[in-house]
């Protein structure tokens, strides 16, 4: 239960509220939502799971003991160990598994059961970085709906999905962490004033993949109603490695350990510091794009309770369908474009970067089909039109040609409403964009469309980049459009309201429309996300089976 620590009730806000857990008391501090100065409490660095050192290195999380007194829920837990992103710099803690909660102070909420509905959202960054932290996820837009927003870190990199298919280390434990994270919410939540029975996960890029893996798992049956994805499925190819075991093996080797017993192996690994452990994932004869060797991977037969028993391809035939909104941005593959990258796209070189960045896995034949129907015409247009092809075959090898293979039993159930957008706004607040032409503004405003990850900044204000919608601008009135949609599917399952001006369909296998995300311009679209571009790469997986 939410307790005041004040004689205040309804008009006049507390300064802190406590909540009184089985683990023990919180105290939580008062704030205010960005745009609509809505009062809102934070609990910040909740520890969900008992820390994963020592002997718990590698391990599934486990509970938490608790704590005697009233923890101060005033500052965030540490982000879990990983590389500084594109630095050598480690930063983060082994001891990192902890949650932030945001409740909105409704005075009186339009919920039948008087509870508000639960948004669990999961951090992207190819499993190797990021946090839940609020200076990153300020969920402002979103509490401003009167939702309750839970931020979380799970383990990354080697520390969160290291896997030698033994119960000592049986991978996926950065999975099982969220896992573990979404059990303690479905059990907790109502303290906070949250509805246990009503509760959506969401995610962008590898966040967004996690998410897709939930809804496969059998472990996660039942524990959410409704699930959001941007930008990222399990059969995306950087979502899952295939040669795990080789991978720890040669990680071992490299940091001294020479034997063969993967119980050997886990013992050595546990005495060995674990910023030493993440700087020895970085394999100096691989240099390929996002091609990261700790990520998730099937589970070996053998382990207790496995969360991917088996692999994505099979799993999603056999998931139990929840009402889901799944969608990409339009040029999700501009992350491609920083400088070096387009250097390796030179004349002389597209064909083997093309078969890298598909990793070797077709034939001469198919890689002349793609490198022809993506730069068969760079030698006569503009260097503008090469780098949209560039960004055209990075966002289709690396999200677009699995995103419907990921999401087709969905649709071809039929059971529950499945929600697909395109998401192409481009404004001032389009982050990922802005970085990667920061040296180059000619071709930020050259090349159009929304990069990956840039719809971030419409769902979440990021305190630590400063930068806020402007009074009356298209961004502002783009943060209020997507907090609304998703909250609004959050508490029933539909994105649609009377003060939206539109009305998102959801698809069908016989009906593949989707919304087109794009400020007031926002509409719905007929037919599937890059179609033709789709077709390529249908051609290309039939003539390889």
Not at 139 to 162: A, H, K, M, S
Not at 210 to 216: D, K, P, Y
Not at 338 to 363: A, G, M, P, V
């Amino acid at each position: 239960m939410i307790c005041c620590n004040s004689q205040h009730r309804t008009q006049q806000f507390p300064v802190k509220m406590d909540v009184v857990l089985e683990q023990g008391a919180l105290q939580g501090l008062q704030n205010k939502t960005l745009l609509s100065n809505k009062p809102y409490v934070s609990f910040l660095g909740i520890p969900y799971a008992k820390p994963p050192v020592n002997d718990l290195r590698f391990k599934a999380p486990v509970k938490h003991p608790g704590w005697s007194g009233v923890l101060e829920a005033i500052s965030e837990g540490d982000k879990c160990m990983q590389y500084a992103f594109m630095t050598d710099h480690i930063i983060g803690n082994e001891d990192c598994l902890y949650l932030n909660v945001l409740v909105p102070q409704v005075v009186k909420t339009n919920e039948p059961n008087g509870k508000l509905a639960v948004m669990i959202f999961i951090h992207g960054g190819a499993f190797n970085y990021g946090c839940g932290s609020v200076n990153e996820y300020s969920p402002d837009y979103l509490l401003d709906e009167n939702v309750i927003v839970v931020t979380l870190n799970y383990r990354l990199n080697v520390l969160g999905f290291l896997n030698l298919d033994i119960d000592e280390c049986p991978g996926n434990m950065g999975l099982k962490d969220q896992l573990f994270a979404i059990k303690w919410i479905k059990e907790n939540i109502a303290a906070f004033g949250g509805d246990a029975d009503n509760i959506t996960i969401f995610g962008e890029s590898a966040g967004s993949a996690s998410v897709h893996c939930h809804t496969i798992s059998p472990q996660s049956t039942g524990l959410f109603q409704k699930a959001i994805m941007q930008s990222g499925c399990a059969l995306n190819p950087w979502v899952l490695n295939e040669n795990h075991r080789a991978a720890a093996f040669k990680l071992a080797n490299n940091l001294g350990c020479l034997s063969n017993d993967p119980k050997e192996i886990v013992k050595y690994l546990k005495n060995v510091p674990a910023i030493d452990l993440v700087k020895g994932t970085k394999f100096k004869d691989e240099t390929g794009f996002l091609d990261y060797k700790f990520v998730p991977s099937i589970e070996s037969v053998t382990v207790s309770n496995p969360f991917l028993p088996a692999h994505p391809e099979q799993l999603v035939n056999d998931a139990s369908p929840v009402p889901v909104i799944i969608g990409l941005n339009n040029m999700e593959g501009m992350i491609a474009l920083i400088e070096h990258r387009i250097s390796q796209f030179s004349d002389d070189r597209i064909t083997d970067e093309i078969s890298k960045l598909c990793k070797n896995r077709y034939s001469t034949e198919a890689i002349t089909k793609i490198k022809n129907f993506y730069f068969n015409k760079c030698n006569i247009e503009s260097e503008t039109t090469k780098l949209e092809h560039i960004c055209h075959l990075h966002s289709d090898v690396l999200f677009v040609k699995d995103f419907y293979r990921g999401f087709d039993n969905f649709l071809k159930q039929d059971v529950t409403p499945v929600y697909k957008y395109e998401f192409k706004f481009d404004g001032e607040l389009n982050a990922v964009k802005n970085m990667v032409f920061a040296t180059r503004p000619v071709l930020r405003h050259t090349i159009k469309g929304a990069c990956h990850a840039d719809e971030i900044n419409y769902l979440f204000h990021g305190k630590l980049s400063g930068v806020v919608p402007k009074p009356n601008s298209p961004e502002l009135e783009m943060c209020k459009m997507m907090g609304k949609m998703w909250s609004n599917f959050a508490k029933s399952g539909d994105p649609n309201s009377s003060d939206l001006s539109f009305k998102w369909l959801n698809a069908s296998a016989s009906a593949p429309e989707y919304l087109s995300i794009d400020g007031d311009r926002t509409r719905m679209a007929e037919g599937m996300i890059n179609s033709n571009r789709l077709r390529l790469w249908q051609e290309i997986s039939e003539s390889v089976v």
